[in-house]
T-cell receptor, first 111, second 111 residues
C-alpha cells in the first residue's frame, strides 16, 4: 500500500457517459497530480492541485475536469466519454526527495 | 513545451546480461527521477538526481545525470528476472514539481 488511495480500481462504461475517479493523497501531502497512461504508452500529465488550488495543467481535454477538496482528496471527472479515453488513470502525491508516490490506478474501459 | 525522450523502447536480454536505458530532455532539467513499473502495477519511485554529473548507485543499478542536466541513464548490471518491468525517466524543469515522463523502456529478461 503506497498510501495514495484510488477508487474505483476498474470502471467499465459506455461512450457518451460521465465518470468520476477519486484519489486520496498520502497523509500530510498537499499535492495531487493526475496522469493518464494509455495501453503500452507513457504517462501523460493531466493536471496538478496543491492544497485545493489548481497549479498546473497538461494535455487535459476540455471534457475532463478535476478538483481538490478541503480534505485534500481529489476527483477527476471525465465526460462525454469516447473509446479513446480508455486508459489507466493514476494520481500521485509528492514529497520532496522521495519523488512521486502513485496510487494503484483506475482502469477505465469505454465500450 | 518540455519533451523527454527515452530509448530504447523495448529491450530483451538474457538473464545475467547488462541493460542500459537513456533519457534525453529538450530543455535543461532541475532534477531527473527514475521510476519502475512492473507489469500490471503502478510506477514506483527509484531515485532522484539533482546535481550536474551526479552518479548514484543502488545495488546493481547505476544512475547518471549528464553534465548539462539534459540527459540521464540507468544501467543495470547482471540483470535478473526480478528486473522485468518498464523503466521511466521523468524530468522536472519548474518549481511546481510537475514531471514530464519519458516514454519508458520495457525490459524483458529471459531466464
Amino acid at each position: 500500500d503506497s498510501g495514495v488511495t484510488q477508487t474505483p480500481k476498474h470502471l467499465i462504461t459506455a461512450t457518451g457517459q460521465r465518470v468520476t475517479l477519486r484519489c486520496s493523497p498520502r497523509s500530510g501531502d498537499l499535492s495531487v497530480y493526475w496522469y493518464q497512461q494509455s495501453l503500452d504508452q507513457g504517462l501523460q500529465f493531466l493536471i496538478q492541485y496543491y492544497n485545493g488550488e489548481e497549479r498546473a495543467k497538461g494535455n487535459i481535454l476540455e471534457r475532463f475536469s478535476a478538483q481538490q477538496f478541503p480534505d485534500l482528496h481529489s476527483e477527476l471527472n471525465l465526460s462525454s466519454l469516447e473509446l479513446g479515453d480508455s486508459a489507466l488513470y493514476f494520481c500521485a502525491s509528492y514529497r520532496g526527495n522521495y519523488g512521486y508516490t502513485f496510487g494503484s490506478g483506475t482502469r477505465l474501459t469505454v465500450v | 513545451g518540455q519533451q523527454v525522450m527515452q530509448i530504447p523502447q523495448y529491450q530483451h536480454v538474457q538473464e545475467g546480461e547488462d541493460f542500459t536505458t537513456y533519457c534525453n530532455s529538450s530543455t535543461t532539467l532541475s532534477n531527473i527521477q527514475w521510476y519502475k513499473q512492473r507489469p500490471g502495477g503502478h510506477p514506483v519511485f527509484l531515485i532522484q538526481l539533482v546535481k550536474s554529473g551526479e552518479v548514484k548507485k543502488q545495488k546493481r543499478l547505476t544512475f547518471q545525470f549528464g553534465e548539462a542536466k539534459k540527459n540521464s541513464s540507468l544501467h543495470i548490471t547482471a540483470t535478473q528476472t526480478t528486473d522485468v518491468g518498464t523503466y521511466f525517466c521523468a524530468g522536472s524543469g519548474n518549481a511546481g514539481n510537475m514531471l514530464t515522463f519519458g516514454g519508458g523502456t520495457r525490459l524483458m529478461v529471459k531466464p
